[in-house]
């Protein structure tokens, strides 16, 4: 299989803190993660490309200082959102490739109040 | 970079009918095309997949056909059941680097009464 964990799996944080969001790959080795956001009845969008031991790939307007991405092993990539606002709050969700086949998180619903 | 279109972006059907969605890309480079279904508060999961070197791929009620020369690829569902009832999206990928790198569809919301 190829099983992809994220955890939490909702969390609410009050306005300018920093939250923590972690991505693993239960039963494979993924070297590269992906981290999207997601609107309702939207579709995926894509905020950035992880590779392991290397720094990460953003997309066009999203603030890599304020959405730090670690990716520390082939297992584990970090988002974690700094100093965060209301309109921060959506659903984040990761994805870990095993070649070229992408496997997804849960997601993790983030509310900032 | 690479775009893809997806139409339609809703539909319905009645059950046991079939439902197609389409998707173009505009990078010839592109060469993985997955498709995904996304149940409502759940993630996205790959149902079926093609590569550029397939004219067409089929895994029971489910499709995929891909026509490289007008750049675009479709999803065919026959027999609609309601628990066929989510959001699709297509993708078309490239590969760059040691990754293939997604560019996904804005979704097909499909609704199958019965």
């Known amino acids: 299989g190829a099983v992809v964990s994220q955890h939490p799996s909702w969390v609410i944080c009050k306005s300018g803190t920093s939250v923590k969001i972690e991505c693993r790959s239960l039963?494979?080795?993924?070297?590269?993660m992906f981290w999207y956001r997601q609107f309702p009845k939207q579709s995926l969008m894509l905020m950035a490309t992880s590779n392991e031991g290397s720094k990460a790939t953003y997309e066009q307007g999203v603030e890599k200082d304020k959405f730090l991405i670690n990716h520390a092993s082939l297992t584990l990539s970090t988002l974690t959102v700094t100093s965060a606002h209301p309109e921060d709050s959506s659903f984040y969700i990761c994805?870990?490739?095993?070649?070229?086949?992408?496997?997804f998180g849960p997601g993790t619903r983030l509310t900032v109040t | 970079g690479e775009n893809v279109e997806q139409h339609p972006s809703t539909l319905s059907v009645q059950e046991g009918d079939s439902a197609v969605i389409k998707c173009t890309y505009s990078?010839?480079?592109?060469?993985?095309f997955p498709w995904y279904k996304q149940e409502l508060g759940k993630r996205p999961q790959l149902i079926i997949d093609i590569r550029s070197n397939v004219g067409e791929k089929k895994d029971q009620r489910i499709a995929v056909t891909l026509n490289k020369t007008a750049k675009h690829f479709s999803l065919h569902i026959t027999e609609t059941q309601p628990e066929d009832s989510a959001v699709y999206f297509c993708?078309?990928?490239?590969?760059?680097?040691?990754?293939?790198?997604?560019?996904f569809g804005r979704g097909t919301s499909l609704i199958v009464h019965p």
């Open positions: 994805s870990a490739s095993k070649s070229s086949e992408q496997y």
């Open positions: 039963d494979f080795q993924a070297t590269t």
């Open positions: 993708a078309a990928s490239m590969r760059a680097g040691g990754s293939y790198i997604p560019t």
């Open positions: 990078d010839s480079a592109s060469n993985y």
